[in-house]
């Protein structure tokens, strides 16, 4: 999604751990905003025992996804995530 310049503005950052409804509608209300520029959307999946990180590649498939293989929390999953952006800025 990048803009005109291929620069990202904005790297939406979501910490994620066993809820794909919640996850499928915070997914959605990020995808239908509009804005005069462009976003990446980064999820972290901190170990989900669902099927949380097929959901995302199968359903949401422009999203980037870091699967974790242990549950690592809120923070090192925002490092993680904010490793990878690519956006000038960040919201976590």
């Known amino acids: 999604m990048p803009d ?3 620069q990202i503005v904005c790297s939406v ?3 994620h751990y066993n809820d794909t409804a919640v996850l499928a509608e915070c997914l959605d209300a990020l995808l239908k905003q509009t804005a005069d520029f ?3 959307i980064i999820v972290h999946d901190d170990a989900s025992t669902d ?3 097929s959901f995302i590649r199968t ?3 422009m999203v980037k996804i870091i699967p974790s ?3 690592v929390g ?3 999953a925002n490092n ?3 490793c990878i952006s690519r956006g000038r800025f960040l919201l976590l």
């Open 4 to 6: 005109c310049k291929g």
């Open 13 to 15: 950052c979501v910490a």
């Open 38 to 40: 462009t976003i990446e």
């Open 51 to 53: 099927d949380s990180v």
């Open 59 to 61: 359903n949401f498939p």
């Open 69 to 71: 293989s242990f549950n």
């Open 74 to 76: 809120y923070c090192l």
């Open 80 to 82: 993680r995530m904010a």
